[in-house]
């Protein structure tokens, strides 16, 4: 965990608690917190339809980013690579986290008889841990245990003399497993928040825009009942104004552009003297 920089390892820890910011969070805070009820939806942000619990992010196959698991997975395999991670143990652990990632269910896998007990007991350890669990970082020490045994294998095929390189440590192995699992973590959270913070701004602007035609209806009611602005213009919606032909928007524009300034400086006055 000390290999990863100081600000993601605040995240990686708050998710492993649970305590990053997720919709269902937010709703926690809902009955105290106006600020946050403004924010609320305990629904996921890429509308799958299933309620933002904890760790539904690392799962959720509407994540614009789960069509692209290889991807995600490219810079773990090429760590297993550099760091030559036991052949079985590579397979078994890109198995595991692309079914967990792609949100299939995981069944109890037994390994051949051939297969050292130390990986079958590891990957038995992490189906009791969980997968989620192991993407933020919690992993058995049984997965270490058989990188040491990897090491120390290879070590052994060296002529005499000569040592393996000083990077082929099984704790540094661990290290790099924990790294480069939790960024795939924390990048599904950080796309997760960048789709949430959208939609949340979406919302709000919608919503202030509303407000302000509300507002400059009202004062044309008041003002001037039966000017066109407040009759013709202020009912059309974007969308049907989008509809029509290019021409007839130029007009409704060119009409809206004269009208404002015919109408702004008796708002503006209306505005500030009451
Ligand atoms: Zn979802």
């Avoid at 339809?49 to 997975?73: M, N, Q």
């Avoid at 991670?85 to 890109?94: A, D, G, K, N, T």
């Avoid at 202020?234 to 109408?263: C, F, G, H, N």
Wanted: with cysteine; aromatic share 8%; charged share 25%.
């Amino acid at each position: 965990m000390k290999t990863v920089a100081p600000g993601k390892r605040t995240n990686i820890i708050k998710a492993q608690h649970g305590w990053h910011h997720t919709c269902e969070r937010d709703a926690m805070f809902k009955e105290t917190s106006d600020f946050q009820s403004k924010h609320t939806s305990t629904l996921c942000p890429f509308g799958c339809g299933e309620s933002d619990y904890r760790w539904h992010f690392l799962r959720c196959d509407k994540s614009p980013i789960a069509a692209e698991v290889t991807r995600e997975l490219s810079k773990l395999k090429a760590m297993f690579k550099r760091y030559k991670v036991q052949r079985e143990m590579q397979s078994i652990l890109l198995q595991r986290i692309k079914a967990t990632l792609q949100r299939q269910r995981l069944t109890p896998m037994q390994l051949h008889d051939s297969t050292d007990p130390v990986l079958q007991a590891a990957l038995d350890e992490q189906d009791v841990l969980g997968w989620d669990q192991f993407l933020l970082g919690r992993q058995s020490k049984r997965w270490e245990e058989v990188q040491q045994k990897e090491y120390s294998r290879l070590a052994s095929q060296l002529p005499k003399n000569s040592k393996l390189p000083a990077h082929y440590k099984a704790t540094v192995f661990s290290k790099m497993l924990i790294q480069e699992s939790t960024y795939i973590a924390l990048n599904r959270w950080q796309v997760h928040n960048e789709v949430a913070h959208t939609a949340i701004t979406a919302k709000e602007y919608i919503r202030d825009r509303d407000k302000a035609k509300k507002k400059i209806q009202k004062l044309l009611a008041e003002s001037r009942p039966d000017h066109i602005a407040f009759t013709r213009q202020i009912p059309v919606t974007t969308e049907s104004l989008l509809s029509q032909p290019l021409d007839r928007m130029r007009d409704w524009i060119a009409t809206w552009t004269a009208t404002k300034a015919y109408l702004a400086p008796s708002l503006i006055t209306t505005y500030t003297t009451t």
